[in-house]
Structure formats: C-alpha cells, structure tokens
C-alpha cells in the first residue's frame, strides 16, 4: 500500500515561488502532476473541473486570502472536503494557529526557514497524510448497506472486495495465505458488520483472523460496524482484537475518519516491516560481492538443509585460482572487481539457492532439488563461464568441490561442507580449473576440466 499524491495544485501570486515550490515538489514526490495556478480563482475553477491530490497556497494571494480559498475548497460539491491543504507562510503563526482549523487547513509551512527546508517538510508531510489507498474485505450480508457503503468508500479510493459472510472472508485469506501475501494483493483493513445471518458472526471472524491466522491489530486492522451502542460487546470485541467501531446509521465523515487512521496504521506497519526486511538483508549480504554472508549461513544453513530432506541437497565450494597472485600483481582494487563479478555470476547462475562467500576468495553454494546430472552440467557451464568473464580485462580460473546428500544421506552442512572442501583440494592439487565430487567411498573424483560434461 503506497501513498498517493500524484496530482498537485500549487497556489502562488509570485512565478518565482511557484516554480520553486513545484520543482521541489517534482523532486520529492516522484511522478507527481503539478498544476500551478496565480490566483485563488483560477485555482478554484480548476478544483471544479478535476481531482488534487495535494494542495499548497501562499497566505496572500492577488484576490483573495489563502484561508478563505481553503474554506471555499472545503466548502466545495466536488468532493474536496479531505484533500490536503498546505499553507506557506513567512508569517502565519499566530493567524493560522487561530484560523487554520476552521479554515480546513491541514498542515502550515514557515517560509522563513528557506525553501531547502520544505523538501523534508514535504516527505514528512506525505508520510502523515498518505491518503486513503488500500484495499478493503469487507463483510456485509445486506446488499442494500453493502452498495451504499461500498460506493462511500470507492469514492475515496479504496479497492472494495465484498463477502457477505465471514465464512467468506476467512475462505479469501486462507487462499492469500496459501498463495503468498503481498502488498499488492493482499488485504490492508477488514471492515465487518458485527451481526451476520450466517453461523459466524462478525465477532467470530475477529476472533478468528486474530487467533488462527495470528494478525495483529497494526498487520490487519479491523473495524466493526454494528447497529447498537452495547458498551458491552463494544469491550468485548476491542478486547478480542477490534481496532475500531463505528454505528449504524454510518455517517460518511466518521467512516472515513476511522478509516484513515487505522490504513495510516498498517501503512506505518508496513513502512517498518520493509525496513527491517532492508536491515536484515543488509546484515547477511557481503557488501563487495552481493550474496550472503557466512553469518547467514550459520543462521539459515540447517533450515535450508533440513527443508529439503527427501531430495537432493548439494554443497559447492567455488575458488578463484591463484587470486593472491592477482591482487600482489595487479592491485587490490582489481581483485575486487574480480570478486564483484564472481559474485554476480554466482547468483544469476544459481537463482534456486543460496550463495555466500564463504571467505576471501571462496564462494559457497547451497543448491536443493537439483538432480546430479543437472547440478555437474551447471558445475561446469560456470566454470567455462567464469574463464569467459574478464572482469576490468582480468583473465582468471576456478576450481569448484562438491559434495551431496545422493552420496551422503546421513550428512549434516557442516560435514556436506568438510566433504566439498575435500572435493576442492582434490581439484586444485590435481592441476586447478576443474570440479571434482566426493562420493559415497570419500574419495574425491574428477567430474569437468576444461570440457563439458556428458
């Protein structure tokens, strides 16, 4: 879920400042439509004719006050009772502290701390009134409240998909679940009826998306509808999980009021879920050569191993030859272009599993599923990819050590890995460039050097 405010008016008596204030806007909301307007009658014929994201007005415009063209904005028949309006100001506080809330106007800016300090100021803002975009279950078994409120909340924005059962609603989010959730299509915020005719009511629903499939109130908001002021079920169900309430007869202000500070609140648990995916990501990557690290590794390896049982699992351990010798001759900053490319080969050849560098100059690869006739035709076409690769016009070898689950079922990683350690010894001790595999009798064979496979 993503906020919207591609489509911005900018109100401004001065063409300097408009210019400055819709390039700063160009450059922080990217892809945004900025419509700049002189007066606040121009500005008000446009507000007629089509939709704005976001609005920004200086205080003083040629015709009119900028407060009185955000209360006639308010004030408006083309539903602009909830567009944002920014007021910009070298000297509105006292005024606009007095004013400012009856005029409609949702946020000021001091002009006076320069136009730099207005970028921040908008990515801020944008983030505190990202508009109402998501998408909505909602659970209602009369169709008549259900178009009603359905064309209420379509108006705003909102993608509605109606049940008009919980079984319903609980059957969509076992199929999101199965089929893997994303932000693009999955549900943002469940609003239900709290009374259904079915066998589940609204309260069972609640209970369930709260208890069997353990969403929290910030990773799937819920609002119930219901047509009583029972203070008692009210507590009940705020304390199996409801976030919010909201009576019957809906009023469209207070529906839209709660709306917007509960997808606020799962677009804000959102926004925190990427960043610690980012920061975890960044934990375990190698900066130099993009895959994991050995702290990933460590981590995840007997997970990745263990979910495979059943089928083949494989340890590659890939070194580059001679690679002191590269950076005692030509220079560190070119080993590192050398180790950049491996890397990025590495994990275009090997989507399906897991590369780490596993030190210096030593990759690892952790393959599941892969038939062994497959995994030594790969093993060798990166191989002969990698003497083709010529990173900066560095010409350079690798020799690779393999070791599977085919030939030792009973291996932990740390043993698969001893194993294709072994493997990569053999290869290099036997002339270097070339894969060797070390099957069931502990010996390590040769399996690819310098030519294909069969």
């Given amino acids: 879920m993503k906020p919207a405010h591609s489509h911005i008016m900018v109100v401004d008596g001065s063409a300097v400042s408009r210019e400055i204030v819709a390039r700063i806007l160009a450059n922080v909301i990217e892809g945004a439509r900025i419509d700049s307007f002189a007066s606040g009658e121009e500005a008000l014929q446009a507000l007629e004719q089509g939709q704005y994201n976001l609005v920004t007005t200086s205080l003083m415009l040629p015709d009119m006050d900028g407060l009185d063209l955000c209360r006639r904005l308010r004030r408006s028949s083309q539903g602009h009772h909830y567009t944002p309006v920014v007021v910009i100001s070298g000297d509105a506080d006292s005024r606009l502290l ?179 995916h980012k920061m975890e990501k960044v934990a375990t990557t190698d900066s130099l050569t993009g895959v994991r690290n050995r702290h990933y590794m460590r981590e995840r390896g007997d997970s990745i191993l263990a979910e495979s049982r059943g089928g083949p699992f494989w340890v590659l351990i890939i070194d580059i030859d001679h690679f ?54 790969r093993a060798e076409s990166l191989r002969q990819a990698s003497e083709d690769l010529l990173p900066e016009g560095v010409h350079f070898t690798v020799s690779m050590g393999i070791a599977g689950t085919d030939d030792h079922p009973d291996a932990d990683l740390n043993r698969l890995l001893q194993l294709a350690d072994l493997a990569l010894y053999h290869s290099k001790n036997t002339g270097r460039n070339r894969i060797s595999i070390t099957p069931s009798e502990a010996e390590p064979e040769p399996v690819g050097q310098s030519i294909p496979v069969a």
């Fill in 98 to 276: 007095k004013e400012g809330f009856a005029a409609g106007v949702t946020d000021y800016f001091d002009k006076s701390l320069g136009y730099p300090a207005f970028g921040a100021f908008i990515q801020d803002f944008c983030q505190r009134n990202s508009g109402l975009v998501g998408r909505v279950l909602y659970v209602e078994d009369s169709r008549t409240a259900a178009m009603v409120t359905i064309r209420l909340m379509e108006k705003h924005g909102l993608r509605v998909t109606h049940v008009t059962s919980a079984e319903q609603a609980l059957a969509r989010i076992q199929r999101l679940r199965e089929e893997g959730d994303s932000e693009e299509e999955g549900f943002d915020i469940v609003v239900s009826d709290f009374h259904l005719k079915d066998e589940m009511t609204g309260g069972d629903l609640l209970h369930a998306i709260r208890t069997r499939y353990h969403f929290s109130r910030q990773e799937l908001p819920l609002l119930m509808i219901t047509g009583n002021d029972d203070i008692r079920t009210q507590i009940e169900a705020f304390h199996a999980g409801a976030n919010d309430f909201v009576n019957k007869p809906l009023v469209e202000e207070i529906v839209m009021a709660r709306l917007r500070s509960l997808l606020l609140i799962k677009q804000q648990y959102d926004a925190l879920q990427r960043q610690t």
């Fill in 324 to 377: 002191k010798q590269i950076n005692d001759t030509l220079g560190h900053l070119l080993g590192d272009h050398v180790l950049a490319a491996m890397g990025s080969l590495l994990n275009r050849y090997f989507p399906d599993g897991v590369v780490v560098r596993f030190g210096g100059e030593e990759f690892a690869v952790l393959l599941p599923t892969v038939a062994r006739v497959d995994l030594v035709r």
